[in-house]
């Protein structure tokens, strides 16, 4: 593992209206690192996944991923460089197949022009049948091949969750947000889940940053954690230490 | 006499069955815990209670009234409440909009404002944020919006479905503390939680559902203490 | 399937029944009727009857051709439409290859007749565009004009076009030059800029309908000038009841048909298409009517028999186009003859309006 | 400038025309999320009751315009009973075909009833000229003014502060839910039907008075006109419908005017040209909201 | 592997298919046995279905709601109908090279109309395409290589009806093969997935704003082919041909057939085709009762009932499907 800085985030902010949603955070995190961010509800985490994904413009400061400036790219640019999310809210495709899924996510890295496909030329049956091999086998991490051809919206809730992984990771990330993974989960498929993060982590040599409310889960995988609080950062480093920060645990965890 | 009664009840999602002839009741005053593995059906049952899908056979009998023949916004009026998975607040409205809408069916303006006051109490955030837009609200925030609102119409019967779904370890204990104290305030709720340990400690009885099946019910105690539930769903 | 039409000859029209022209096509289907039965009714051309059949074409192209493919289906073997212009020019080449007898009571743009075998009843839109500007010009007197034109109609941009060009040759000016689309129902702005203008006369190369609406606004607006239009206006007086007659007091109009004629053949028509149509007729009525009877003398000068009903379309075109031009008929809109062109010279009139009946005017 | 300022009136004149039916179609179109194209077909339904009462039948003008609003909300309801409604849970596009369809119908039935010919309106309401800074201004455009500017005032207090709007605001969002509020999803949608078609009433009302003639494609310009009024001034807003309306009642009026003779032909594609330049400067409409939608 | 190789024999199944419907129309055309109405209508069919199909990208795949298809339908037809007028060449060459000119003028106007217009959405953009399609026929009117509102005559017909069919037909051909290899592509599902869910496309590094261009793009040229079709079927195009109703017509041929099914879009382009022309037997009735027919084919549609009998049928037909061709990939 090597200890290089992936993803430098310096005193970003953003404002909505007169809401300073996120104010002044900064997190570095290092190559393949299992990074953890948590905090009170409505304390900016997920808008600091928007803006790392640039869903959402920042209003001040900036972020490096890879040593490249991407402060203010587009949300499409910014996945070309290697990030790709899970939504809070899931958002798959829903209509579609749920391997049809994890290939719009390969759409980028199996490529063949409109006109290779309208004519049939062979790149077409090449890269086609890449992208099933390639979306079968990362079904099979997840465990959904066997409902790869039913409708994403007829899957069940913790299924939806896991295909949206997949589909993020199909997009051949370095760095994958994951917003909640393990809500809505029973604390066996939440045990299942950190396995499956882990085994990502470490077979598609991924960092990984992720929000999660389930300290199980937290403390189980992250090797480090930075926790917000109205928007600021509240505390940064090792998960323990962090999780016995008093701060921490007047404002989030309780007890 | 049971306050809610589920017979043999049967639903399906076009060709595929959801809920395969499940029965249980619910007395007045419990709390009543619903738990089960993804996609299990729970989600499925509770549309159903309040008429948002219709059954294909059975009956839900509230209080004495026959649930499957009502439409979905007499249920309310009879004094059920649901607080939907997703939430599914008005993001387009603001906080104070919505919160009004759940108080739809009544008339007293004096009460419904006795009732406004009583969950900003309990929920002194959207207080705060009475005049945002619900849609920009965090996760957190929607949820307690969300139960506030089914409060709002003062129910008999509070149906939750994943209540502790995206909120954070504090916010979970006050939301399991909230349950109780709505209970204790006289309501009763059915209560389908993923935490199923957390809804255990505060439920008086419990089914557990399997594929559109229930294949356990008991008592609360009991069942946390079972072999079977602490491997299956207690992650112990 | 075909009808039973032995010893019959079948004569097919089409325009449009439906849609927003439809006013035209059931005032031509109307208007031939009455000639058809009349000619049944007194037994036929040499004891050959008539049998009318009339399809609905929306005034659009693509429908006319399945409606004239319809027709040819159900036996036609004479062809009087189209009633509308573009219809009509989208039929040229069918008309061609069928080489049937074709005769259009009221397409009056020039490439609608632009086949050997095909004539029509009508004027068409440069000689009348021209030569209302002629009239205009050196009968009237008049040298700056103001015009109102319809932009999504061929008939009245045809007429604006034509009537434009001889009115610039002349020497004539133009003071106010406006337009409106087929569905616009206010026309303020176009008369404010009339009215800011030094016109001397208004132009209004349109249907009687939509220009009843613009007099009424016009009168609104406190416009007095002189109006003036085409054979499109035939028929105002039925769109403008009670005070609003008096609007079009000394509006001064071209046209071959004039309903207050008090020729005994235009008042029996008049009388038999008000008792079985509650309506005055209009020219489009008068035009296929002539239609009807231009063909019947057609048939009379072909010396055609009963046994001839059982001819093709094309063999019937065979003998009667080449006898278009030795026929004269005097009808409802004058003494007509035709040009090897298939254009009609017929005596043009200038009407008025005077006392709310429209009369002659030389 | 005296002519300019003529064009003007003109163009707001007709502007409240449109803006009078654009606010009837804003209202079902963001609460219903459908475009009812047979809206503007219920005013020329009504321009014929008016044609039918006043002309025909000489009913007395107030108990005919009573009869006409009563007759285009009862037209209303029973074409969202009869055609919108088994459609809740189709998609948005295909209850824009059965919208298509119902405008079809209507006009066709009219074309059967009245026949091909234009039926003109006897002047019904009389109030002569108003002397406006020195130009002249029809009454019945004053009218027109002050009712539109009214009914805004009025559909817009009654979405916001009104507990049947606010009903209906959350219909338009999530049917569902509403109905766990206790609403009455099909009966609140069924009201919004009403009520559009009610102030489609009012505007045929208007219409007739102002134009004095309606043929059975009268509708089929208000449908476009008001759909364009109602995105361009932000799809949803009362107040924009309106502003939207206005704007596009001025535009027409100006490139009907001021357009070189020999671009005159094509006044209305210039109109469009100025609606693509600002939406495409403004692409949620003059007064429409950015999309909240949380990510 | 197997399950691939299925799919691209479909191409050819589909061709054969097509040949032989094509046989038997042309047999029917060839000895009268079909009347003539429903000859010139089979023509008329052809170019409806290219409508149909190429706004079945934009609004069925794409999901923009676009109201304005009549604009790229008269790009087409009048620039390629004005090169086929000034031509020497043979016809059938001047018909062929007429499409490609007409598409490719068509295909420009969806790139700059679709490209102006990147950050509308949903109503707005529908409501902009609208505009473009009546701008586009305002302009007609006073450009004067395109006739006015007189219209554009002396079109070339390329003779007798078989033949405009023949030709119209191996356009449909190209068409449907080109779409559906469209969508049947990564492509595909890339523009379905922005229909679906545009901000997790965007997510997923789908480029949005270069796909709604491509697709407007492909849409409008096939629309401009299908405007060379008419304009060499009918031998003369006016403005009027090209109104928003005919915009409209369009639309409800892709709505009837269901969004995003193409074969459905065919059918209902058929329908929509030869429909006005079934109902001529009711005389002034014809469009009151068209007006019901399309109310009641939608609402019959979208019933429960049907849509039930739909998935059904669907089911036995994949499991129909798989009897027959699973045994040997075995
Ligand atoms: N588009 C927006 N407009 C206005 N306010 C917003 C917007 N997005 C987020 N906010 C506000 O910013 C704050 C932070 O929201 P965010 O969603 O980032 O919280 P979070 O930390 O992810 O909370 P949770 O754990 O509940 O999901 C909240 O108060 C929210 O209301
Ligand atoms: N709209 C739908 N269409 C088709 N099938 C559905 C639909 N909604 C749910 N299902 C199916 O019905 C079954 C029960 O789903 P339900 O949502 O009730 O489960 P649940 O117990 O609430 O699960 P979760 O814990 O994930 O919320 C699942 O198999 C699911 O796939
Ligand atoms: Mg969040
Ligand atoms: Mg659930």
């Known amino acids: 593992m090597t200890q290089v800085e992936l993803l430098e985030v310096n005193n970003i902010g953003i404002s909505f209206g007169g809401l300073r949603a996120v104010d002044n955070v900064s997190l570095t995190i290092k190559n393949g690192q299992l990074y953890g961010l948590i905090g009170p509800n409505g304390s900016g985490k997920t808008t600091l996944f928007n803006m790392i994904t640039g869903v959402y413009k920042p209003t001040s400061g900036t972020f490096y991923f890879n040593g490249e400036n991407l402060t203010g790219k587009s949300p499409v640019e910014i996945n070309k460089k290697g990030i790709a999310r899970t939504f809070q809210n899931i958002r798959l495709f829903k209509n579609m197949s749920v391997i049809d899924n994890v290939k719009v996510g390969l759409h980028n890295k199996h490529k063949y022009t409109m006109f290779e496909s309208i004519l049939r030329l062979p790149r077409f049956f090449h890269e086609e049948q890449k992208m099933e091999e390639e979306a079968l086998e990362l079904l099979g991490v997840f465990d959904l091949d066997k409902e790869k051809d039913s409708l994403a919206c007829n899957l069940p809730y913790g299924k939806q969750r896991k295909l949206e992984i997949a589909r993020a990771l199909a997009t051949g990330p370095k760095l994958l947000l994951l917003d909640e993974p393990a809500a809505g989960m029973n604390p066996n498929e939440t045990e299942e889940l950190m396995e499956t993060i882990r085994f990502i982590r470490d077979n598609f040599n991924m960092t990984i940053l992720l929000i999660e409310h389930d300290m199980k889960l937290v403390s189980g995988i992250c090797e480090e954690i930075s926790v917000l609080n109205f928007g600021t950062l509240l505390a940064s480093g090792k998960t323990s230490e962090v999780l016995n920060n008093p701060e921490v645990i007047a404002a989030y965890l309780g007890e | 006499m049971a306050m809610l009664t589920i017979n043999d009840l049967h639903v399906y999602y076009g060709v595929i069955q959801a809920i395969k002839g499940i029965s249980f009741e619910v007395n007045e005053g419990e709390v009543i815990a619903l738990i089960g593995a993804n996609g299990a059906g729970k989600t499925t049952i509770l549309h159903t209670i309040t008429g948002l899908i219709a059954a294909r056979s059975g009956s839900i009998i509230f209080q004495g009234q026959k649930l499957t023949k009502t439409p979905a916004h007499r249920i309310v009026k009879m004094g059920i409440a649901h607080v939907p998975e997703g939430r599914r607040i008005f993001s387009h409205l603001t906080v104070y909009e919505n919160l009004q809408l759940g108080a739809y069916t009544r008339g007293d303006k004096a009460e419904i404002e006795a009732s406004l006051e009583t969950v900003y109490r309990r929920f002194p955030r959207l207080k705060e944020r009475k005049n945002q837009v619900a849609g920009t609200l965090s996760g957190g925030e929607q949820q307690m919006l969300a139960i506030g609102r089914a409060l709002m119409s003062r129910p008999k019967l509070i149906l939750m479905d994943e209540p502790s779904m995206g909120l954070s370890p504090i916010l979970v204990s006050e939301i399991f503390d909230i349950i109780k104290s709505i209970s204790e305030g006289g309501t009763t709720v059915l209560l389908v939680e993923q935490n199923a340990k957390k809804a255990l400690t505060i439920a008086d009885r419990a089914y557990v559902l399997e594929t559109g099946k229930i294949v356990l019910s008991g008592n609360a105690q009991d069942l946390i203490n079972d072999e079977s539930v602490k491997k299956a769903y207690l992650g112990e | 399937g075909k009808k039973d039409t032995s010893g019959k000859l079948v004569i097919g029209g089409t325009g449009p029944l439906t849609g927003e022209a439809s006013t035209y096509g059931t005032s031509v289907k109307r208007g031939a009727q009455i000639a058809i039965d009349e000619i049944n009714d007194a037994g036929g051309i040499n004891g050959i009857k008539l049998e009318f059949i009339f399809e609905d074409d929306e005034a659009d192209g693509t429908k006319a051709k399945a409606a004239f493919e319809k027709l040819m289906d159900n036996g036609m073997q004479i062809f009087m439409g189209t009633v509308t212009s573009g219809a009509g020019v989208a039929l040229n080449e069918a008309i061609k290859n069928e080489g049937l007898l074709h005769v259009t009571p009221s397409a009056s743009q020039i490439e609608a007749i632009e086949n050997p075998n095909s004539f029509r009843i009508c004027f068409n839109d440069v000689d009348q565009g021209k030569a209302m500007a002629e009239y205009i010009y050196q009968k009237l007197g008049y040298k700056k004009a103001a015009i109102i034109y319809n932009q999504d109609d061929s008939y009245s941009s045809g007429l604006y076009d034509a009537f434009k060009k001889r009115w610039t040759e002349l020497g004539g000016s133009i003071s106010a030059d406006t337009s409106f689309a087929k569905a616009a129902t206010d026309f303020n702005a176009q008369l404010t800029k009339i009215a800011g203008s030094d016109a001397d006369f208004l132009f209004m190369p349109i249907y009687a309908e939509k220009a009843s609406q613009i007099i009424i606004a016009a009168n609104e607006k406190n416009i007095k000038l002189p109006l003036l239009g085409c054979d499109g206006l035939d028929g105002i007086l039925n769109y403008l009841t009670g005070d609003n007659a008096k609007l079009v007091e000394g509006l001064i109009y071209y046209t071959p048909f004039l309903a207050s004629d008090p020729s005994e053949k235009v008042q029996s028509f008049v009388a038999k298409y008000k008792a079985k149509y509650n309506l005055e007729p209009d020219q489009f009525a008068a035009d296929a009517y002539d239609a009807i009877y231009v063909i019947k003398a057609a048939i009379e000068k072909a010396g055609l028999t009963v046994e001839d009903t059982k001819l093709t379309a094309k063999e019937l075109g065979e003998k009667l186009v080449p006898v278009m031009t030795q026929i004269e008929v005097d009808g409802l809109t004058g003494k007509i003859t035709f040009s090897t062109s298939g254009e009609p010279t017929k005596s043009a009139k200038v009407a008025e309006i005077k006392d709310g009946k429209y009369v002659a005017k030389d | ?295 | 592997m197997k399950r691939i190789n299925l799919k691209s024999h479909r191409n050819l199944i589909f061709v054969a298919a097509a040949i032989v419907v094509y046989a038997f129309i042309a047999y029917g055309m060839n000895s009268n046995l079909l009347p003539r109405a429903t000859q010139t209508l089979a023509i008329k069919a052809c170019y409806n279905v290219i409508l149909a199909l190429s706004l079945s990208l934009i609004v069925g795949f794409l999901g923009e709601l676009s109201l304005g298809h009549a604009g790229f339908f008269a790009l087409g037809a009048y620039s390629g109908c004005i090169f086929s007028i000034n031509s020497n060449l043979p016809i059938e060459l001047r018909f062929v090279l007429a499409a490609l000119i007409g598409g490719t003028v068509a295909a420009i106007g969806g790139f700059l109309i679709s490209s102006s217009i990147l950050r509308l959405q949903g109503d707005y953009l529908a409501i902009v395409t609208l505009a473009f399609g009546e701008i586009i026929r305002s302009f007609i009117k006073i450009i004067p290589v395109t006739g006015g509102t007189a219209g554009l005559g002396g079109i070339p017909s390329l003779g007798s009806k078989l033949k405009t069919f023949t030709f119209s037909y191996v356009f449909v051909i190209l068409t449907i093969l080109v779409i559906r290899n469209i969508v049947a592509s990564s492509h595909g599902r890339a523009i379905t997935s922005i229909r679906d869910n545009a901000i997790a496309a965007e997510s997923i590094g789908i480029n949005i704003k270069l796909y709604k261009i491509k697709v407007f793009t492909v849409g409008a040229f096939f629309a401009g082919i299908a405007g060379v079709i008419l304009g060499h079927y009918i031998n003369f195009i006016e403005p009027a041909n090209f109104n928003y109703n005919v915009s409209i017509e369009i639309l409800v041929m892709v709505v009837l057939g269901g969004m995003g099914n193409l074969l459905g879009s065919i059918i209902a382009a058929v329908v929509i085709t030869f429909l006005p022309e079934i109902l001529r037997g009711f005389d002034q009735y014809r469009l009151l009762i068209y007006a019901l027919a399309l109310i009641f084919m939608m609402l019959a549609s979208n019933s429960p009932r049907i849509i039930n009998f739909r998935v059904k049928a669907r089911e036995k037909a994949a499991g129909l499907y798989k009897k027959l061709f699973t045994r040997k990939e075995e």
């Open chain 4, 1 to 295: 400038m005296q002519q300019f300022i003529m064009t003007l009136i003109d163009g707001i004149n007709l502007g409240s025309v449109y803006a009078l039916v654009a606010l009837g179609y804003t209202m079902v179109y963001g609460i219903a999320k459908m475009l009812n194209f047979a809206h503007g077909d219920i005013i020329m339904v009504g321009a014929y009751t008016i044609v039918v009462f006043i002309t025909r039948l000489s009913i007395s003008v107030p108990l005919a315009m009573i009869l006409c609003v009563a007759f285009c909300a009862l037209l209303g309801f029973v074409v969202e009973k009869l055609a919108y409604k088994p459609l809740r849970h189709a998609t948005p596009l295909s209850v824009l075909i059965t919208a298509i369809g119902v405008s079809y119908l209507l006009q066709n039935l009219a074309l059967l009833i009245f026949g091909t010919n234009r039926q003109f309106i006897v002047r019904f309401i009389d109030v002569g000229n108003f002397n406006l800074f020195g130009v002249s201004v029809s009454g019945i455009s004053v009218i027109i003014w002050v009712t539109t500017i009214v009914i805004m005032i009025g559909l817009y207090t009654f979405i916001k502060k009104t507990k049947l709007g606010r009903a209906m605001l959350a219909v338009s969002e999530d049917k569902g839910a509403a109905q766990l509020m206790g609403i009455n999803v099909n009966r609140t949608i069924s009201i919004t039907f009403v009520i559009g078609s009610a102030l489609a009433g009012v505007a045929s009302i208007l219409y007739s008075a102002k134009y004095l003639n309606v043929d059975p494609y009268t509708g089929s310009l208000f449908g476009i006109k008001a759909f364009a009024a109602a995105v361009f001034g932000g799809i949803g807003s009362i107040p924009g419908a309106m502003i939207g309306g206005l704007l596009i009642g001025l535009i027409e009026a100006l490139t009907a005017s001021y357009l070189p003779f020999n671009l005159n032909a094509a006044s209305d594609g210039f109109a469009f040209v100025i609606l693509i330049i600002m939406l495409v400067l403004k692409p949620t409409g003059l007064l429409g909201k950015k999309n909240t939608e949380k990510v």
